[in-house]
């Protein structure tokens, strides 16, 4: 297993698409909410937290497709299927790779985008907390999404428009524990609606991605 990750690991970075272009994207979010919405500090401050995590989720979304595609075009997806691994522990290597190389780098540098958007002082560390929480649960669910659309020709709109729908919770909530902690308001229903989401998707969304990528196979 740790070999699996230690590979996933080394495909994320040597392929493109990981972390160098998911932060890409994110500043760039960052930096053109201010020419769409007007300088004023006041609004920047009142909508940063919802901007951070929707562009973090955005970013998400450009690495998606290569969870399981490299796998599946060299053959090694087939290789793993008929390997002593449980499919159920590959799709949540999978994750935990996309998670290490996207996830939690756009984690450690949201608070960084958030002085962009004058985020208030109060809110760096529960932005940074509730993306620490939050995005673990994004790269599971894209890890299903990915599973049910390898093998396809153009997979990467149907990717998309399958999770995009199943990303809705976790931006509400983590953008509502983001936006209550920095106006000094009780965050702990949406924290704990938040990780409640994450424990779900990471106990259960492993074996739907595996029963997904098993059917692919066929």
Same mark, same amino acid.
């Given at each position: 297993? =740790?070999? $699996? $990750? ?9 392929? &493109? ?9 994110? %500043?760039?979010?960052? /930096? ?9 500090? *006041? /609004?920047?401050? /009142?909508?940063?937290?919802?901007? $951070?995590?929707?562009?973090? %989720?955005?970013?998400? !979304? ?26 159920? &522990? ?11 190389? /996207? ?7 949201a608070p960084a985008f &958030? ?15 509730? $993306? ?24 990467? !709109? ?7 729908? !199943? ?7 983590? +953008? ?7 106006? &000094? ?9 938040? *990780?409640?989401?994450?424990? +779900? ?13 098993? =059917?692919?196979?066929?």
């Amino acid at each position: 297993m =740790i070999a $699996l $990750l230690k590979r996933d690991l080394a495909l994320s970075v040597r392929a &493109g698409g990981g972390f160098g272009l998911a932060l890409a994207f994110f %500043l760039i979010v960052v /930096t053109l909410t201010p020419f769409a919405v007007g300088p004023n500090s *006041a /609004t920047l401050s /009142t909508i940063a937290a919802g901007i $951070l995590w929707l562009g973090a %989720l955005l970013s998400c !979304l450009l690495s998606l497709d290569r969870i399981l595609a490299l796998d599946y075009e060299d053959g090694a997806l087939e290789l793993l299927a008929t390997a002593p691994i449980p499919m159920e &522990g590959v799709a949540t290597i999978k994750a935990l790779a996309h998670w290490l190389t /996207t996830g939690l780098p756009l984690t450690l540098a949201a608070p960084a985008f &958030g002085v962009l958007l004058n985020l208030p002082p109060e809110g760096f560390l529960w932005l940074t907390i509730s $993306l620490a929480i939050g995005t673990p649960a994004l790269s599971v669910v894209g890890t299903f999404g990915a599973a049910l659309t390898v093998g396809l020709k153009r997979g990467g !709109l149907l990717l998309s428009l399958i999770v995009l729908p !199943l990303y809705v919770p976790t931006l509400i909530f983590g +953008a509502e524990v983001a936006r209550r902690g920095a106006e &000094g308001m009780a965050f702990e229903t949406p924290l704990a609606l938040l *990780a409640g989401i994450t424990l +779900a998707t990471v106990a259960l969304l492993p074996f739907a991605s595996a029963a997904a990528i098993r =059917i692919n196979l066929r």
